[in-house]
């Protein structure tokens, strides 16, 4: 068979093919559980990097696991605030939940969406940390937003994207950055909802003069900055409901707390 | 009479197999690279991935491995199989033999080195379209044997990665003030303030942060490199 006929084309790609297939499915399956792992490492320490750096919760996946099954309890919610435990027969691991395939999802009340409780040594929850979802500008960015137990005031925040431009976008990625919601407030005085929103430009506003509803933007990232505004705004709202029951459950449980108290 | 030249012909062949391992003209294979024909600041290719992954050292050196990994290994592939490459299909299977080798270095980051692959995820992915790598196969590899092409695949994964690593240096040098996430410029202004009892400062400059920083930087590299060898570009 001459090298150049169709015949030994045809076989050499076929071959070819196989091999790169066989090559590739091998490798795939000998990372596939390492991968995992590592995507389960990753999704702890974001969910964790909202609330305490992380050098405190430690180096190896071991220390991060073991620091986060002591502090995380997790759950997941819909719509109306309700817990949802099961989808179909499988139970919700809030962990796995794929934000991105939520984001997704036309119909609201569709949506799962995940909260994680913050729990102290002593077990009480001092913050709760909800994923956020949204757009860009080159592709998705997503976070995690931590609240304290008023439900109001923002305790951290953890952000990270796809492909923001390096120095511009990419910056809401910074410590720096994130730094600047903490301790912003999501409810105004009148106890609506007003989100936090990053304003256009850079350094332009003194950082007394912004409002607990603002902060300061990124110089040459307006689009990602909006990206984030609309991100926060529309998971906030879809929070919304799950906020104002815990909000009520924990107002209930300082007055039955105070009954309790009259009562001896 | 035909046969008898077949015979002395395969006795030259022979004869120049067995070259010093690391024989004069070898050693030119790895050190060209380097400097005279360097890839990225002579032959001026694979300089999207040069801007795009150099902003900050570690991703760099993530980057610098997988190339060279790639190169190597495609390299020393495509020059076992250059006897049996159709000359017709040549470029697509020297592309799905470096499509193959970028997926593998690819999912083996993601296990190992999850940090650092979800920075140069992307920029991963795009190793296949580097024409550094095609560059050298179709120029290279098709035509010489496999220990060669394994010393001329690591001298131009170097002379990539030493140009790439230097415009990494001075760019989170300059534009976040940091060399491998430690902190450089403020302690050092610190110092020097500590010591004159001035309050200098330098802040970190933006420009370097952007992918226009690699620009002015591989800019600087050519004319220093070309000051010192005289390379002058043929028209």
């Given amino acids: 068979m001459s090298k150049e006929s169709n015949a030994y084309i045809l076989t050499f790609s076929i071959a070819m093919i196989l091999v790169i297939a066989v090559v590739l499915g091998l490798v795939k399956e000998f990372t596939k559980e390492a991968q995992k792992q590592a995507v389960e490492l990753d999704t702890q320490k974001q969910i964790l990097s909202a609330i305490v750096p992380l050098s405190e919760v430690g180096e190896t996946g071991e220390e991060v696991n073991a620091y986060y099954a002591k502090h995380i309890e997790s759950i997941a919610v819909d719509v109306n605030g309700d817990e949802k435990k099961m989808k179909g027969n499988e139970p919700i691991i809030p962990e796995k939940v794929s934000i991105r395939k939520e984001f997704k999802k036309k119909e609201k009340s569709e949506k799962i969406l995940p909260v994680f409780k913050f729990k102290d040594d002593a077990g009480k929850v001092t913050a709760y940390i909800l994923p956020v979802y949204g757009n860009g500008l080159w592709d998705n960015i997503w976070g995690y937003i931590a609240l304290e137990p008023d439900m109001k005031t923002v305790k951290g925040a953890v952000f990270d994207h796809q492909g923001e431009t390096p120095g511009l976008g990419a910056r809401i990625a910074d410590t720096e950055v994130e730094n600047r919601y903490k301790g912003k407030a999501i409810y105004n005085a009148k106890g609506e909802l007003a989100s936090i929103e990053m304003i256009k430009g850079e350094g332009n506003v003194e950082p007394g003069a912004l409002t607990e509803h603002e902060v300061d933007g990124l110089s040459g990232a307006t689009i990602t900055a909006r990206g984030v505004n609309d991100m926060l705004d529309k998971y906030f709202a879809l929070y919304e409901n799950y906020i104002q029951k815990v909000k009520k459950s924990s107002a209930n449980n300082t007055t039955t707390l105070e009954n309790v108290a009259l009562a001896k | ?101 970028v997926i593998l270095v690819d999912q083996v980051l993601r296990a190992y080195f999850y940090d650092l692959a979800k920075i140069v995820g992307v920029y991963v992915g795009l190793i296949i379209t580097n024409c550094i790598i095609m560059g050298r196969l179709e120029a290279f590899a098709m035509g010489n044997k496999p220990y060669d092409s394994l010393l001329d695949g690591f001298g131009s994964g170097i002379g990539y990665a030493w140009v790439i690593l230097v415009v990494a240096f001075f760019r989170e040098l300059f534009g976040s003030g940091t060399l491998l996430d430690i902190p450089i410029i403020v302690p050092i202004t610190d110092f020097i303030n500590g010591i004159l009892g001035t309050s200098l400062s330098l802040p970190n400059n933006g420009l370097m942060t952007n992918p226009v920083g690699a620009f002015i930087v591989i800019g600087v590299i050519i004319w220093i490199q070309r000051y010192f060898n005289g390379y002058v570009e043929d028209h």
């Fill in chain 2, 1 to 101: 009479m035909a046969t008898e030249t077949a015979t002395s012909m395969e006795a030259t062949v022979v004869k120049k197999k067995s070259e010093d391992l690391f024989s004069k003209r070898r050693r030119r294979l790895v050190a060209d690279p380097l400097d005279d024909s360097n890839p990225i600041t002579v032959q001026v290719l694979g300089i999207c991935s040069a801007l795009a992954v150099t902003a900050k050292i570690a991703p760099t050196l993530v980057m610098a491995i997988a190339v060279m990994v790639v190169i190597i290994g495609a390299n020393v592939i495509v020059s076992l199989l250059r006897n049996v490459i159709p000359g017709r299909i040549r470029i697509i299977v020297q592309l799905g033999i470096v499509a193959m080798l």
